[in-house]
Every structure is written in structure tokens, then in C-alpha cells.
């Protein structure tokens, strides 16, 4: 068997964070402070890995599969075509890799379509207005939802100012902090929302650069809340729309979105190793994580097996 060519995978696994999981989960400081050290003593390796992946003769080798994966494969939200080729197309790739105990194993996934979708400033001047449905929003009426625009920078605004949001379109334009704070916007938007009578939410991207690109993810619906449709907008959009507010001047909006959901699908877990060479008997697994999963655009978190691992444990059982 070829040896596996696994440099890029290797240096993601300094990127990423390590942590021992015990039994139930937790981690005594005295073990992290070991792990610490253990993890600190790889630094010479790490930085070798990192050199041959950024500077050596594997430079540019995550990015150029990345490439022929996307290109080859498209966007990949769960539950589609897309998401089942690409499982194939992984399965193929690692093996063709040389890892070991290749496998897929059966799950069941959630399958939401985000389907055809549109929102359009009718008032005070036709705009159309460039949306993303979140993830597990439900659909609009055939015709749409035409509502007025309530436009607030913070769930506290939103909150002051309920008495006039029933039955219109929150639109927040909330400022970005940054993603791990910012992100509960999208995250419980539409449920802060329908909680004051709201008809739908249009939420701004979490980000903090726009080329009129709206950004979407998901979004949760809080128990007996109402659900009402949910989508991103731009930037651009939301400052519009913030400004028009300001100025006093009444903005409806008509949103319309064809999102579905459907009964969870069949999917597969991709499960692969690289038998370690020094303790093999010993049981020890370095864990890493990634996820195929993304609905509209191809590439934003990455090759999902060379870059997209998002923690590494290792287990000692016991
Ligand atoms: C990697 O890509 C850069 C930018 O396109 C290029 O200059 C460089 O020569 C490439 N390196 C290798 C090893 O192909
Ligand atoms: C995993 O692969 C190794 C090396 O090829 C092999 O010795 C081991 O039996 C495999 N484990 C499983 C669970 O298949
Ligand atoms: C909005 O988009 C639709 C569909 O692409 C197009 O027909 C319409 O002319 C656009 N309206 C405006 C005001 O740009």
C-alpha cells in the first residue's frame, strides 16, 4: 500500500483544539495542563507539517483538492443529489489515500429544501433584495407575505418597541461584534420575532464584508413559538432599510420563499483511519471532525476532510 499523503490533514490537526473527553465529558485542569504539555512538546513536528504544507512541496495541495471537490461536486446541503455524491466521491478519495477501515456508516439526516425564494422592497420604490432562506425555515404562502418593515439593531430594541411589531417584517440590523456573538441574530431572530406578533424576519448577515452577498446557516425554532419564515439579507439591504426607518419613511416588503421540509433522509457518516505507528495496540484516537454540509455556497468552510475538522480529542479509555 502507497503511504498515506496526508500532510494537509496533519497540519490541521495543530490548527485545531485539543481536548481529553472523559466519560462524561469533562476535563480536569490538572489533565488539560498534561495534554497542554504533551501537545506543546509536538511543536518542532508542527511546524515542519506547517512549512511542507504552506511553503514545501505540498504547498497549494488542500487548496487544489478543495478546487476539484467543488467544482466536481457542487454546494451539498443535507439531503440532497449533491450530499450523496459527494459521499461517494469522499468514500473513493480516502481510500485512493491509503487510509484505513474506510467505511460508511447509515444515518439519518435532516432534509430541508431552501426551493425557489424572492424578497422585493415594493414601498417606497421597488427593490429587489438579495436573500438567503436559513436553514429549516418554513415556506411562505404561494403569494408571498407582504408586509410592512419594522427595522431594529437589537433583540433590546426589538423588545421596547413590540406593540408595533405585530404583524410586520422584522428586520434586524444588528451591528457585527463578531461571529460567536453576533450569529444569535440568525440563530433565535425568527422566534424573538414571532414571539411580538411578527409575520416573518429578515435578518443581516453575520459577517462583517458584503458585496451585496447575503450569508446564511441555520436557525433554531424555539418550542410553541410560532415559525415564521426566516432569511438572511445583505448588508447593503439592512442599512437601506435602516435608513429609510430613520428618516420616518414607511418600507413594505413582499417575501416570498418555497422552503420545505421533508421526513429525515438516508445518509451516511464517512468513518476512515490512519492506524497510528507507535502505540497501535494502545487505543488511543486523535478524532477529527468535519462536515460535508453546506447549502448554497461551495467552499466557504473548506474541504470537509482537510480542512473543515472542527476539534480534536484524543480518548484514552479509562
Ligand atoms: C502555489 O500557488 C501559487 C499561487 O498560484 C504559485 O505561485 C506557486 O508556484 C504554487 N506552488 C506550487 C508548488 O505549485
Ligand atoms: C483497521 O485497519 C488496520 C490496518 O489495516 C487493521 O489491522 C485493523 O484490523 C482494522 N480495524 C478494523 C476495525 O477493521
Ligand atoms: C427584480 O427581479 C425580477 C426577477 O429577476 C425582475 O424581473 C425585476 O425586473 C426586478 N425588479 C427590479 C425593480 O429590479
Not at 431552501?114 to 415556506?139: F, T
Not at 408571498?144 to 433590546?156: C, L, N, R
Not at 457518516?269 to 502505540?279: H, R
Amino acid at each position: 500500500m502507497k503511504p498515506p499523503r496526508l500532510t494537509s490533514v496533519l497540519a490541521l490537526y495543530i490548527l485545531c483544539i485539543c481536548v481529553e473527553v472523559s466519560d462524561h465529558h469533562r476535563v480536569s485542569s490538572r489533565k488539560l495542563e498534561l495534554i497542554k504539555q504533551e501537545v506543546a512538546g509536538y511543536r518542532d513536528v508542527a511546524k515542519s507539517i506547517i512549512d511542507l504544507a504552506v511553503y514545501g512541496s505540498a504547498q497549494n495541495r488542500s487548496y487544489e483538492r478543495l478546487a476539484l471537490f467543488v467544482d466536481t461536486i457542487g454546494n451539498r446541503i443535507s439531503g440532497s443529489d449533491n450530499l450523496n455524491n459527494a459521499i461517494k466521491y469522499m468514500y473513493k478519495a480516502l481510500r485512493d489515500d491509503g487510509l484505513q477501515n474506510v467505511s460508511l456508516e447509515a444515518v439519518k439526516i435532516p432534509h430541508w429544501e431552501r426551493g425557489k425564494e424572492s424578497a422585493m422592497m415594493i414601498q417606497p420604490r421597488k427593490k429587489n433584495l438579495s436573500i438567503l432562506g436559513l436553514g429549516g425555515s418554513v415556506g411562505t404562502p404561494e403569494e408571498g407575505i407582504t408586509a410592512e418593515v419594522i427595522v431594529v439593531s437589537s433583540f433590546d430594541e426589538l423588545h421596547r418597541r413590540a406593540a408595533e411589531a405585530k404583524g410586520k417584517i422584522v428586520v434586524y440590523n444588528q451591528k457585527f461584534v463578531s461571529y460567536g456573538e453576533t450569529v444569535q441574530y440568525r440563530g433565535r431572530g425568527a422566534s424573538e420575532a414571532a414571539k411580538v406578533g411578527a409575520v416573518a424576519s429578515l435578518i443581516r448577515s453575520i459577517t462583517p464584508f458584503s458585496i451585496n452577498s447575503p450569508h446564511t446557516g441555520v436557525q433554531e425554532y424555539e418550542n410553541g413559538v410560532q415559525k415564521i419564515p426566516t432569511a438572511c439579507i445583505t448588508i447593503e439591504d439592512a442599512e437601506l432599510m435602516a435608513r429609510l426607518a430613520s428618516r420616518g419613511v414607511k418600507i413594505v416588503v413582499n417575501l416570498y420563499m418555497g422552503a420545505v421540509q421533508y421526513p429525515d433522509a438516508d445518509s451516511f457518516n464517512t468513518v476512515a483511519e490512519i492506524v497510528g505507528s507507535k502505540y497501535p495496540e494502545q487505543e488511543r484516537y486523535m478524532l477529527i471532525r468535519g462536515h460535508y454540509r453546506l447549502g448554497r455556497t461551495d467552499a466557504t468552510i473548506l474541504h470537509p476532510f482537510l480542512v473543515s475538522a472542527e476539534c480534536v480529542l484524543w480518548i484514552f479509555p479509562q
